[in-house]
């Protein structure tokens, strides 16, 4: 199937796709967890972060031959450049808090090609919602269309934050949230991203990996949102970066405020 003639379609497969997922993970919510950390104790995967990521690849290589996939978990491939049908997928978005709370966590899945943002997903498991659809659909969440977040300036609204970025003030971050309305401190880039595609936040500045802003970035410029480096230059899709995604306005004022 040509993607890019059937997007309703592809988009139809991909929520199946989520929801497949959402009940595996809502059936083993409750049992024990196989709980490794990857670079210290707050750094941790599951055996659900591994299945997830497992199913998804399998679901898209069963979809599109052209694809190459860079999940979080490494179980798909070194991608070293955006040229093709490049997938991004993080299976479980916000593990410290599934492994704490069993709440607040995301399942984000975003396609690329050649380069261009084509459709993203994002899905917040415990409220049962899959935000998704990219520039040529615009964003839905079940039926109901998502409208552009009112263009606020940072004074006016809340600002989300990475907790270390905050702790160790980088940009003058702690100078930042005092100009906003207030700070919030969620735990998941995706969920994150939710509050600000919603227009419940203004914005979200986090160090986050590809994964982590991939699908938030299509449905944030879908839009009219800015999803930037801090500095206000452009992302790079395949390393770490310091990410603001924000309503253009309070992105200029965060700019002047670290320049
Ligand atoms: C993490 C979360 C967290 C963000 C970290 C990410 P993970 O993702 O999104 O909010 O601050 O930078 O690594 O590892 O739980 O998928
Ligand atoms: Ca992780
Ligand atoms: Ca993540
Ligand atoms: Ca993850």
Redesign the pocket.
């Known amino acids: 199937m040509n993607i890019i003639e059937n997007l309703w379609q592809t988009d139809h497969i991909i929520r199946g796709w989520l929801k497949e997922v959402r009940e595996d993970i809502l059936s083993e919510l409750h049992d024990p967890l196989a709980v490794a950390e990857?670079t210290s104790r707050k750094?941790?995967?599951t055996n659900v972060?591994k299945a997830n990521e497992k199913k998804i690849i399998k679901a898209i290589r069963s979809f599109d031959s052209q694809a190459k996939i860079l999940g979080?978990e490494g179980q798909g491939d070194q991608v070293t450049s955006m040229q093709g049908h490049v997938w991004i997928i993080?299976?479980?978005?916000?593990?410290?808090?599934?492994v704490k709370q069993r709440d607040n966590?995301?399942v984000m899945i975003a396609l690329y090609i050649d380069g261009k943002g084509i459709l993203g997903y994002i899905m917040d498991v415990m409220r049962n919602r899959i935000y998704g659809g990219g520039p040529s659909l615009g964003v839905f969440t079940q039926d109901n269309e998502l409208t552009k977040p009112t263009n606020l300036h940072l004074r006016d609204g809340l600002l989300g934050v990475?907790?270390?970025m905050l702790i160790h003030d980088k940009y003058h971050l702690q100078a930042i949230d005092e100009a906003s309305s207030g700070v919030r401190i969620?735990?998941?880039?995706?969920?994150?991203f939710i509050q600000v595609l919603k227009g419940k936040q203004n914005g979200y500045i986090?160090?986050?990996?590809p994964?982590?802003f991939a699908a938030g970035k299509i449905l944030a410029e879908t839009l009219n949102l800015s999803v930037t480096k801090v500095d206000g230059t452009p992302v790079d899709m395949l390393s770490s970066n310091d990410v603001l995604v924000s309503t253009k306005d309070t992105q200029k004022d965060i700019l002047n405020m670290i320049r």
């Open positions: 990857k750094d941790l995967v972060d979080e993080d299976p479980l978005d916000g593990t410290l808090n599934f966590f995301a990475s907790g270390p969620i735990g998941s880039a995706g969920i994150e986090s160090h986050l990996m994964w982590d």
